[in-house]
């Protein structure tokens, strides 16, 4: 009955490389969500998605930052081109279908970005 | 769209007193209300959570109160131990139009022995 799992747990690129952060959800969720959180700040929204759609990507900056959940495999946030700014704890949650919308988290990803 | 704030900031107690913490909401719409509690380093993990059918609940230490008309919930934590302290969040969302969760700023307890 494993939780939600991310990978890696660390991550640390050099200004300009590409990160990737990977998210599975808890077994049985079709919804992910990604957050950002910056040290000793809140969590903030970055997107919504179920299975091969995108349903609110309202909190994600409108550049270098895209996201998916594929039909198979993992949902994944990429970060091209990183600045010493995307460095934050990167949490991604999931939850189950409709009706039921408790989110469950992640242990984050540490993006650091030399 | 939906606005959460939470107060205080930072609350400091004694242990084994009593630690409240404030949310207020803005979109009436909202029906789900959960509470997370993130030790340094940790995972946000869900506490307790309440939905808009009912005004209170309650699990051994922890309750959780809401108040539809002021819009706002708050959590209490009775009897106070040094490993409560951690950042608390709470959380507002309407369920059934896509489960987008807004969270508030987070409440650091410090829970002195």
């Known amino acids: 009955n494993a939780g939600v799992m991310q990978n890696p747990r660390h991550l640390v690129r050099r200004r300009g490389q590409e990160a990737r952060l990977r998210c599975s959800p808890m077994?049985?969720?079709?919804?992910v969500y990604w957050y950002r959180q910056l040290p000793e700040e809140g969590l903030k929204f970055m997107v919504y998605?179920?299975?091969?759609?995108?349903?609110?990507e309202s909190g994600m900056p409108k550049e270098r930052f895209s996201a998916e959940f594929p039909k198979e495999g993992p949902s994944i946030l990429r970060i091209q081109q990183v600045v010493r700014g995307d460095s934050a704890a990167y949490f991604c949650?999931?939850?189950?279908?409709?009706?039921?919308?408790?989110?469950?988290f992640g242990p984050g990803t540490r993006l650091t970005v030399l | 769209g939906e606005n959460v704030e939470q107060h205080p900031s930072t609350l400091s107690v004694q242990e084994g007193d009593s630690a409240v913490i404030k949310c207020t909401y803005s979109?009436?719409?909202?029906?789900?209300f959960p509470w997370y509690k993130q030790e340094l380093g940790k995972r946000p993990q869900l506490i307790i959570d309440?939905?808009?059918?009912?005004g209170e609940k309650k699990d051994q230490r922890i309750a959780v109160t809401l108040n539809k008309t002021a819009k706002h919930f708050s959590l209490h934590i009775t009897e106070t131990q040094p490993e409560d302290s951690a950042v608390y969040f709470c959380?507002?969302?309407?369920?059934?139009?896509?489960?987008?969760?807004?969270f508030g700023a987070g409440t650091r307890l410090f829970v002195k022995a």
């Open positions: 949650a999931s939850s189950q279908d409709r009706g039921r919308g408790t989110q469950y």
């Open positions: 077994k049985g969720h079709s919804h």
């Open positions: 998605l179920q299975k091969e759609n995108i349903i609110d």
């Open positions: 979109d009436s719409a909202s029906n789900y």
């Open positions: 309440i939905r808009s059918n009912v």
């Open positions: 959380a507002a969302s309407i369920n059934g139009e896509g489960f987008k969760t807004i």
